[in-house]
């Protein structure tokens, strides 16, 4: 039979209009070197794994019509092997997650404390891939667990990777690497039967954290709105650790790394978390991916803080303890460039899931510090790429693979791609001409930074470590009334759904050393006595045969009293960019309005989804067709930033009548989001809990309720006023 498949897909193809990676034409040195593996299926026949064009891809070759399978059939086999394989081993943490390729641009030039090209060279512009991620939840996990968020970056620079691996908080649960498959243990879903799934709230978690006293900073940054954010594009990174610059002299400065969001940093509500995550778990992932489609490209500036060697010592705490920031009020943040994500990748699995971050990829001019955590890391990464994706040549997977062509003595090994021609693998060598050549200082070669090291070999904590209240005091003492108001909600939430009393009890006792207001209204909500006095705790990181004393929590003032880049309150909200605004009617609506606040909306650079009872055309007032994109039974209020109810008094009116329009504005106010109301549409807001002001624009100005997205959310109403929703 002649081979027709081709003319077959012709007659029967309908091109999706959701065209992926609208962006795709953007070049760069990583896009054109990952377009080497790149294919297009489009106009073109179906091949075997070995390139023979297939016939029929519907059928077995069996013996008749209704006769065994034959073993001979080889496009059979490929296709149910290549399937039965496809599966790896996801991340044991961090597994799932959501990535995008960019660039990042350097404004300012960093040469006097680095020799990292593209942290001193302004004109380059370096390919860069970002992975964002949850940690404990599996691959199909929610979006919205109460978590931290991974912010990996590669830049692909023209000396190689360097792989930024920090998260969207600045400090870390724990200060030595040895404890970190125990906290990870703690907090995964619980051995006997797997429950839960992405989340801390039970009792293993706690039981942890309750015995290690050097997570109570990072615990109350993880009990913060900071863990659930509003999108991936609205919130902060930190490379965490201080590491170090190094420059053209040798000379080694200390410095933190800092993304900051141009959106700012936002977050959702707790009961509107737990929402999203049953009515869109893919929630950020789709909101990063759309924003990019849509051309609202997500943008960081990069901050470094830079502290002299010399000065290495002058703080109360140690500045290599990853359970410590450096107060932006002692060091401020020198915004030094900017990081632009421009394109969705074009295959999940083979970038997301196989890109491999690893701190310890690093390039001349920057080097590491003794931080004990960040040690040992630098063992792990490359360790559980080896399970994860097979080879230790996961480096020449393409999403891996430098700009820079790799010249090494590395041999063979699984799936290696590169072909290494000559005879020779080894250094030193006269038969390959003494190549490839070793690279001085001066040619770029890298050295590690010389630090005199001096000392007895010990497995022991730095007393310098053991203050671990001063910051989460300060912390704490930075948020808003409201932000307070939520971290003790989280805490009561959490600790609620730990069933052992002594547990739960033991965590009150940790938090007064942080607050007492905070430790009462969580015992109040927990159904225990509020402690009356702080309560020295015991730290559970201490060697068993330590003197006593020795290793206890040592108490000291937080460095400084309040800083104001801990509180959200403190960020942008001058924006409503790619925010989501529903815009709800029914027949009758007023056309002109809606093409009113339509045009403003967009013109500011929000999107408009318009929602009806039933999805196809609603027929506005003047006899026009309005379509629909979302209905009342197909989406939710906690999707969307914002609602406007427009005009046409027969539309509000008959609006009143449908239960999930009321629940829709309702639970918008609930969640302290913006809510407009044309004028005519009295009727409907009679009809529900909300009050004007704060938020709820009732004169009907467009402008006033842009001004009302662009704050997010005024989370002073919830503390006034709660309405069932
Ligand atoms: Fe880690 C993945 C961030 C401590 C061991 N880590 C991983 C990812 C991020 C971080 C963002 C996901 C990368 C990606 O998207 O593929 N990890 C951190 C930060 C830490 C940290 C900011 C502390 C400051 N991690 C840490 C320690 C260890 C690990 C102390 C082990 C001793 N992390 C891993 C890992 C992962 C990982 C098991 C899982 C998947 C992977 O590495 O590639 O090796």
Redesign the pocket.
Known sequence: MANNSKSLAGNTSIKSTKQPNKNSDITNAKAEDLSRNTVDASEQWMTTDQGVRINDDHNSLKAGDRGPSLLEDFILREKITHFDHERIPE????AR?SAAHGVFRLSESLHQYTKAGFLTDTKRETPVFV?F?TVAGSRGSTDLARDVR???VKFYTEEGNFDL???NIPI?F?QD?MK?PDLIHAVKPEQDNEMPQAASAHDTFWDFISLMPESTHMIMWAMSDRAIPRSLRMMEGFG??TFRFINDKGKSTFVKFHWKPLLGVHSVAWDEAQKISGKDSDFHRRDLWEAIEEGHFPEWQLGVQLVAEEDEHKFSFDLLD?TKIIPEEMVPVKIVGTLTLNRNPDNFFAETEQ????PGHIVPGIDFTNDP??Q??L???T???LS?LGSPNFHEIPINRSVNTIYNNHRDAHMRMQIDKGKVAYTPNSMGGGCPYLAKMSEGGFTSHQERIDSYKVRNRSKSFLDHFSQAIMFYQSQSEPEKQHIKDAFSFELSKCTIPGIRQRMVNNLTNVNMDLAGYIAGKLGIPAPGTIIPVFNGARPADADSGDYDSIYLDPPVDRSEALSMANTIKNTIKSRCIAVMMTDGVDAAAFTLLKKAITAAGGKVKVIAPVLGDVQANDGTSIPIDETLFNTASVLHDAVYILGGEEHAKALVNEPDALHFVNEQYRHCKAIGFHKEAAAFLKATYIKPGDGVITNGKVEDFINAVAMHRFWDREMARKVPA
Do not use: K
């Not at 890109?355 to 690893?358: D, E, G, K």
């Open positions: 991340r044991i943490v961090h997650g992975r991620s991974g912010f990996a691996v920090g998260n870390f724990i690497a970190f965490i650790h990853p890109v491999a971050f690893h955590l960040l040992g890391r063992f792990s990464y360790d559980t790429q994860r």
